[in-house]
Antibody, heavy 126, light 110 residues
Framework: EVHLLESGGGLVQPGGSLRLSCAASGITFSSYAMSWVRQAPGKGLEWVSTIGGYGGATYYPNSLRGRFTVSRDNSKNTLYLEMISLRAEDTAIYYC???????????????????WGQGTLVTVSS | QTVVTQEPSFSVSPGGTVTLTCGLSSGSVSNNYYPSWYQQTPGQAPRTLIYNTNTRSSGVPDRFSGSILGDKAALTITGAQAHDESTYYCLLYMGSGFWVFGGGTKLTVL
């Protein structure tokens, strides 16, 4: 059974930074691209980032590129999201998600999300 | 920037059939967008229903089906039940590793 467990959320001041983690089990971790998706309070889902299985390729929406960095440690079956220069509008539940495939994503990574974690809440406030 | 469009809300009677759609502000949705559908109830993580247009995720009943209808992706729910009352999101692949969610459709069963 696939299990994704996020951690690292909490309260951070505007301008601060935070690193989220996601521990995966039940899968051959390196065989799959992994993603982060967030949901602001009362709002819809927003794709945040994706990383290929062997970590060579990363993808972000233009609005988040430069402030958010996704990485992974396949030896620890763990996905990370480093966030800097945080703003109030980054307040959201951050979900870790497994993609359908994507061990070797390069210029293309067309593997949709098939499993989700329960999410971790990030609150940016003074 | 391309916007993914969904009906903000929809209503269906118990036992009825409803089709939710997922379109583009410019252009047509095709299989090349790898459309997928997710169900979310308040306070819960999303659940994957359909991926790659019409493949049901593990454990999803066959009351849920996906397709391309005209220029949009579609999610059809037959025999609607009270516990189908949720918000449904579609996700489209824009190429080069980029994904965009639709704004979601809040489905009411009454």
């Amino acid at each position: 059974e696939v299990h994704l467990l996020e951690s690292g959320g909490g309260l951070v001041q505007p301008g601060g930074s935070l690193r989220l983690s996601c521990a995966a089990s039940g899968i051959t971790f390196s065989s799959y691209a992994m993603s982060w998706v967030r949901q602001a309070p009362g709002k819809g889902l927003e794709w945040v980032s994706t990383i290929g299985g062997y970590g060579g390729a990363t993808y972000y929406p233009n609005s988040l590129r430069g402030r958010f960095t996704v990485s992974r440690d396949n030896s620890k079956n763990t996905l990370y999201l480093e966030m800097i220069s945080l703003r109030a509008e980054d307040t959201a539940i951050y979900y870790c998600a497994k993609n359908l495939g994507g061990a070797y994503c390069g210029g293309d990574c067309p593997y949709p999300i098939d499993y989700w974690g329960q999410g971790t809440l990030v609150t940016v406030s003074s | 920037q391309t916007v993914v469009t969904q009906e903000p809300s929809f209503s269906v009677s118990p036992g009825g059939t409803v089709t939710l759609t997922c379109g583009l502000s410019s252009g047509s949705v095709s299989n090349n967008y790898y459309p997928s559908w997710y169900q979310q109830t308040p306070g819960q993580a999303p659940r994957t229903l359909i991926y790659n247009t019409n493949t049901r995720s593990s454990g999803v009943p066959d009351r849920f089906s996906g397709s391309i209808l005209g220029d949009k992706a579609a999610l059809t729910i037959t025999g609607a039940q009270a516990h189908d009352e949720s918000t449904y999101y579609c996700l489209l692949y824009m190429g080069s590793g980029f994904w965009v969610f639709g704004g979601g459709t809040k489905l009411t069963v009454l």
